[in-house]
């Protein structure tokens, strides 16, 4: 039971370039986010998926899109890189809203 | 001004003592009260939450919201070293949407 799992743990990217923070669940919830933390920001939500086949945006969705590809699995894609992207990203899911599983986070450097 | 507050820190305290930690909030909608722990380079993981005002105690930890003064705090008795952590307290007005304060960091040393 490995419980919410990311990929990949660390990444260099230069500004435009594309990339897919993946990320999976095997706990059979309903609902997946995609969270960035930034230092003295806290963690604010890019987009979260209610149940599969359903994504809305959060407080920070722009500049990303999301895939929930389906039970499990939930990505977030940047499509034209910024150095302001910079940050830890973190997925989580849950099925009571309030009690949130969160994976190990992804370390991400646009320069 | 930022829906939550909480008060970065960083907070260092010898073992044993009591340690208080805090948030204000302006939302008088939120209605779910969380305090989350995160240890250096890993994700959060859910300490207590507690629903509308009152009080709730979990071993060495007791969280408290006051929806009057729009303040919840987590008390922890007797720390450890292993308490080392970041504490982020989050809320929310219905199931989903947390909305996550900056986070104290805190230090117990021995």
């Known amino acids: 039971n490995a419980g919410v799992t990311q990929t990949p743990k660390f990444q260099v990217l230069k500004t435009g370039q594309s990339m897919t923070l993946q990320c999976a669940q095997d706990m059979n919830h309903n609902s997946m986010y995609w969270y960035r933390q930034d230092p003295g920001m806290g963690l604010r939500l890019i987009y979260y998926s209610a149940s599969e086949g359903t994504t809305d945006k959060g407080e920070v969705p722009n500049g990303y899109n999301v895939s929930r590809l389906n039970k499990r699995e939930f990505s977030l894609r940047l499509e034209s890189a910024a150095p302001s992207q910079t940050s830890v990203y973190f997925c989580?899911?849950?099925?009571?809203?309030?009690?949130?599983?969160f994976g190990p986070g992804t370390r991400l450097t646009v320069t | 001004q930022k829906e939550v507050e909480q008060d970065p820190g960083p907070l260092s305290v010898p073992e044993g003592a009591i340690v208080s930690l805090n948030c204000t909030y302006s939302n008088s909608a939120f209605q779910y009260f969380m305090w989350y722990r995160q240890y250096s380079r890993k994700g959060p993981e859910l300490l207590m939450y507690t629903y509308s005002s009152g009080n709730k105690e979990d071993g060495r930890f007791t969280a408290q919201v006051d929806k009057s003064s729009k303040y919840i705090s987590l008390f922890i008795r007797d720390s450890q070293p292993s308490d080392s952590a970041t504490y982020l307290c989050?809320?929310?007005?219905?199931?989903?949407?947390?909305?996550f304060g900056a986070g104290t960091r805190l230090a117990v040393h021995p």
């Open positions: 989580a899911s849950s099925e009571l809203g309030y009690e949130q599983y």
């Open positions: 989050a809320m929310t007005p219905s199931y989903n949407k947390l909305i």
